[in-house]
């Protein structure tokens, strides 16, 4: 990883205190936090100062002096031990609040980017650089207003005082300027195998998922299993043994430059004390001063370090957010008459590559309340086309119209109540069976989703389930079974009732008997469905079939063969 300016201010703009400053509070906090970095650099000068005074009064024996020094030696020595402490308590609301808005961004964005976009993220990947980047920010606002900016005006005060001392200053300069060298070609070169032991780390986390979730065919199959993530989790460890190998070797370098420039120049005060041209005062200022420069630089070279580890996932979240957002018109069109179609495919076009077009000029009009069925062979389509439906994907020419209204000029808080699309790889969310039901819905009273899982036969699953529609589903809903699943979605809506329902296999994981239950119970309260299947027993329970051939749509009748 190269450090430039680009990604500096990218950074700086990821992790902007914006919005943590709007509350005026904030605000406050943030200027009197800025003015005790320069009291604490006053206070980290003075103590020096303060020292040498107090030498110098008692070789001299001017014991007034003395005490009026060690005062206020204390009070300096107070203010910089504590500080850094109340800098941290000050700036820590700001942080906070612009880390969580940050995760809230990242959900946002993720759903503002087109679909295709999306399917071309490696979303565990996505998820643990958004739970490392908690550390990212910190880091990075501890570098930046805590460390950078205190370190350089205490450097530019150190040189200042050592000069007056002699040619010190002139050593000083050379030797902080070769410590950064090192420092900066040290990190580059250690990032270098962070990142690769990070990206090995996210492949190790992303197996032992799957293979968590997978439980059902790993555990046939456990010695090639446990095979595999042992090479992986081998390879991880020998790879951050690599990286923290090259850290440690980056401190000893740096650690041993500063104290060869540190012990030759207090070996110079000594020689200047010998032949009186420095007191023991000015060589304690000396030391004073040093420390004061070194100690700080020290703690950068570390600060620097977890910002060029956060780095790794700062350019990562930076990249996430610079995929553009899915551009949706808002143009308000006439609302529809009763005679428009329910859905209408004007000269769609679409293609998932550059090579081959999907479909290409398709067209197609469903009337308000008819039940269609859409079947074809595997890869034929199905799913894009209800994807296009449901305005997932975006056609690359013509219009989708949805009640005579361009399907993308629609907002959403109106769409989703014009269509709705349960997915053929149907996922739910590692919440409650109510929650999953009731999720985009509010106050949504008990005994209406019990009449809809009376009618889905979700009830007997409900009754069963040791806390009943509290009960957990897992993540993805592993804990339900597939058929179970699917008449949590379907139950699901027929609570929200959209004009347009749009069903990929929906029904597949389930008997003949309770798919026939299940649908008449859909077409009675659902006007338009549309489903994709496979299955000899959906197409005989709707009104027309269409059968998806070559990127076409081909009026069809269910015949004996077909059976």
């Not at 940050?102 to 979303?123: A, G, P, R």
């Not at 986390?205 to 081998?234: G, H, W």
């Not at 009449?451 to 804990?479: D, F, S």
């Not at 309260?525 to 709707?542: D, G, K, N, Y």
């Amino acid at each position: 990883m190269d450090f430039n300016f680009e990604l500096f201010k990218k950074t700086f703009f990821l992790f902007s205190p914006y919005q943590g400053l709007k509350k005026t509070g904030q605000r406050w906090r943030f200027i009197f936090a800025t003015f005790l970095i320069l009291v604490d650099v006053a206070a980290a000068s003075l103590v020096p100062y303060y020292t040498k005074t107090i030498v110098d009064s008692l070789a001299m024996n001017v014991l007034n002096s003395v005490w009026i020094a060690l005062f206020f030696l204390g009070f300096f020595w107070i203010l910089e031990k504590t500080l850094n402490h109340i800098q941290e308590i000050l700036f820590f609301p700001i942080i906070n609040n612009t880390i969580r808005d940050l995760y809230y961004k990242v959900v946002e964005h993720t759903h503002e980017i087109s679909f295709k976009d999306y399917q071309k993220l490696s979303i565990p990947e996505l998820i643990n650089c958004t739970r490392r980047i908690s550390l990212s920010a910190r880091s990075f606002f501890n570098v930046l207003f805590l460390m950078i900016v205190p370190t350089i005006i205490k450097l530019i005060v150190a040189i200042a005082v050592v000069t007056q001392l002699g040619f010190f200053g002139f050593g000083l300069l050379p030797a902080i300027v070769l410590a950064a060298l090192i420092l900066n070609k040290g990190i580059r070169w250690y990032i270098k195998a962070r990142e690769a032991a990070w990206s090995t780390t996210d492949t190790v986390l992303m197996r032992i998922n799957d293979s968590l979730l997978n439980t059902k065919i790993a555990r046939f199959f456990p010695q090639y299993e446990m095979e595999k993530i042992k090479t992986l989790v081998d390879n991880e460890a020998e790879l951050w043994y690599k990286t923290n190998t090259r850290l440690q070797s980056i401190y000893i370098c740096f650690g041993t430059w500063l104290g060869l420039t540190i012990t030759a120049l207090l070996s110079v005060a000594v020689l200047g004390i010998q032949q009186k041209t420095l007191s023991v005062g000015d060589f304690v200022l000396l030391k004073g001063q040093l420390i004061a420069a070194f100690l700080p630089f020290k703690l950068l070279a570390v600060e620097c370090r977890q910002l060029a580890e956060s780095l790794v996932d700062i350019k990562k979240i930076i990249q996430f957010f610079e995929i553009p957002k899915q551009q949706n018109s808002t143009i308000a069109e006439p609302l529809p008459s009763k005679s428009c179609p329910a859905l209408a495919l004007k000269n769609i076009t679409f293609s998932h590559d550059e090579n081959t077009a999907l479909f290409e000029r398709l067209n197609l009009e469903i009337a308000q309340g008819e039940k269609i069925a859409i079947y074809g062979e595997s890869s034929c389509g199905k799913s894009t086309l209800l994807s296009l439906m449901c305005t997932l994907y975006q056609p690359h020419e013509g219009r989708l119209l949805l009640q005579g209204q361009d399907a993308h000029c629609i907002p959403k808080s109106v769409l989703k109540k014009m269509i709705h699309c349960i997915p053929q790889d149907l996922r739910l969310f590692n919440l409650s069976l109510y929650d999953n039901l009731t999720y985009g819905l509010s106050a949504v009273p008990l005994n209406l989703i019990l009449k809809a899982a009376q009618l889905t036969g979700l009830i007997e699953l409900i009754e069963k389930m040791p806390l009943g529609l509290e009960t957990l589903v897992g993540e993805m809903g592993t804990k339900l079974s597939g058929g179970e699943k699917q008449k949590v979605a379907l139950t699901r809506a027929l609570l929200l009732k959209p004009d347009i329902l749009l069903l990929d296999e929906t029904t597949n994981s389930l008997n003949v008997e309770s798919e026939s239950q299940i649908l008449e119970a859909i077409f009675s309260t659902i006007p338009t469905v549309i489903i994709a299947t496979h299955r000899s027993s959906t197409l005989e329970q709707v009104d027309k079939i269409l059968k998806l051939e070559n990127g076409l749509l081909l009026n069809h009748k269910l015949s004996p063969a077909f059976v």
